[in-house]
Antibody
């Protein structure tokens, strides 16, 4: 059974870089056929797609965040990562990682990131 | 970039009733790559429907999806107490995986 688990700091200072990692267990991230995505949810709001990456490193980002987002994949650790730079309070949200095949069929439990000094 | 508009914003129904949720796209969804998710408070979303009408693993058959082109519907034939939640549609047919704004199905 495939499982995803987000990890990273729960508190980030304004103007700094938010860095999160998603660890995949139960399957190889290199097995192909999937994309690996990040989604966030502001408090009390809907879902916002951030971007996704293939195991080979091809990336697609939400145009509204593209200038600040970088995703990467580490096949040796079976992980993929998100970096969001120049964060503000508006980036405070729950961040989810998810596997994309026919829709997002496997999700992590989510991790709350607060941007505050 | 496709914009997905869900309606109504809130649906107030009683257990046992039928729920009909709408998702309208600003342009045709590629290859019927339209999904529906359920989210309960404090939980991650759960995939219900992919490819417009295919149920994901373990999803009860009271959930069904239909539609084509720009108009899509999620139907819950008889609401169970555990079905009261927020539902999102998503286009995954383009390079941008857009979500709709959600429909909150609440207990009347």
């Amino acid at each position: 059974q495939v499982q995803l688990q987000e990890s990273g700091p729960g508190l980030v200072k304004p103007s700094q870089t938010l860095s999160l990692t998603c660890t995949v267990s139960g399957d190889s991230i290199s097995s192909g056929g999937y994309f690996w995505s990040w989604v966030r949810q502001h408090p009390g709001k809907g879902l916002e797609w951030i971007g996704y990456i293939s195991y080979s490193g091809n990336t697609y980002y939400n145009p509204s965040l593209k200038s600040r987002v970088t995703m990467s994949v580490d096949t040796s650790k079976n992980q993929f990562s998100l970096k969001l730079n120049s964060v503000t309070a508006a980036d405070t949200a729950v961040y989810y990682c998810a596997r994309v095949v026919r829709g997002m069929d496997v999700w992590g439990q989510g991790t709350t990131v607060t941007v505050s000094s | 970039e496709i914009v997905l508009t869900q309606s109504p914003g809130t649906l107030s129904l009683s257990p046992g009733e039928r729920a009909t949720l709408s998702c309208r796209a600003s342009q045709s969804v590629t290859s019927d790559y339209l999904a529906w998710y359920q989210q309960k408070p404090g939980q991650a979303p759960r995939l219900l429907i992919y490819g417009v009408s295919s149920r994901a693993t373990g999803i009860p058959d009271r959930f069904s999806g239909s539609g084509s082109g720009t108009d899509f519907t999620l139907t819950i034939s008889r609401l169970e107490p555990e079905d009261f939640a927020i539902y999102y549609c998503q286009d995954y047919g383009s390079s941008y995986l857009t979500f709709g704004g959600g429909t909150n199905v609440e207990i009347k």
